[in-house]
């Protein structure tokens, strides 16, 4: 039996091995959502993440619940109140091997619903070999502030996000550009003064993110994301990564693809939420 994949999913990390680096990767994640104007801190047993200033849901989110039954509980109730007074029209928890394992039932009791199945998946940067490679076919360049515009409209399009949450992006983008942890990268589209895709991210403390990466569907299946990818790994390195991470939607394409890029799954991901607007009304 190999001690570092569980015995009930070879795919999978062992519990232990999977739970630690989950802690690793949401320490990053609750950073990256707290650029610039967010916070970090404790609600009951859970780490959460609140920006009025980002739309994106890893920007307003809580982990890691780990206690008894009735703490979890308890922290659920409470998550409700402190998603709905900051404005937020909905409670999300991401729960990993950083939550407890009977999390499903607990949040089932509470009103909670699992509305994606996804993975994580780890790639170790080879330092060696960044240095060696050879220039992508498709270049890919540092964003400037004339290209958010652009960006956040395809991202928008990729996360179904409203015309509202939309008009935010560039604002919080913005704030990105100007912190050295993190990083946004973007391809043009020949002649049109759009981007073609891009690819964004966050690194602290080792750990790098991949946090999105889009192509247009028009220029898909031309090796673009995989170039937008493997820039997004080097950044990630060049800030000090010894892993990088991402997610992706369990079996389906994003996890293939990142598959196809070298990242190996380790652990599942489900991600719970609570509609909180109508405690308001």
């Not at 949040?107 to 240095?131: I, Q, T």
């Not at 550009?177 to 991210?201: I, N, S, W, Y």
Request: hydrophobic share 40%; glycine share 10%; with cysteine.
């Amino acid at each position: 039996m190999d001690p570092l994949h569980d015995p009930d999913d070879e795919e999978l990390l062992a519990p232990e091995q999977a739970r630690d680096l989950a802690a690793l990767v949401e320490r990053a994640q609750l950073a990256s959502g707290a650029v610039r104007e967010g916070r970090v801190g404790k609600v009951g047993v859970a780490d959460v993440v609140l920006n009025a200033g980002n739309p994106l849901a890893l920007g307003n989110r809580a982990c890691g619940l780990w206690g008894t039954s009735a703490e979890v509980a308890t922290t659920l109730f409470r998550l409700e109140s402190v998603f709905a007074e900051s404005g937020r029209p909905e409670a999300v928890v991401h729960a990993s091997p950083t939550t407890v394992a009977d999390i499903e039932g607990i949040a089932d009791d509470s009103g909670w619903h699992a509305v994606a199945e996804n993975v994580a998946l780890l790639y170790r940067p080879d330092p060696d070999a960044r240095e060696t490679e050879a220039i992508g076919t498709h270049p890919v360049r540092e964003a400037v502030q004339d290209d958010l515009p652009s960006v956040a409209e395809l991202l928008a399009d990729e996360l179904g996000l409203s015309s509202g949450a939309e008009r935010r992006l560039p604002r919080n983008l913005g704030q990105r550009l100007d912190d050295p942890r993190c990083f946004l990268h973007v391809l043009d589209d020949g002649e049109l003064e759009r981007v073609a895709g891009f690819v964004l991210g966050f690194a602290e403390s080792g750990m790098g993110l991949i946090e999105h990466i889009a192509v247009r569907p028009g220029r898909r299946n031309r090796g673009r994301g995989g170039e937008l990818l493997r820039v997004g790994v080097d950044a990630a390195a060049e800030r000090g990564a010894l892993l990088v991470a991402t997610h992706a939607e369990d079996g389906g394409s994003a996890q293939r693809f990142a598959e196809s890029c070298g990242f190996e799954t380790a652990y599942a991901v489900t991600a719970y939420t609570r509609r909180v607007d109508e405690l308001l009304e």
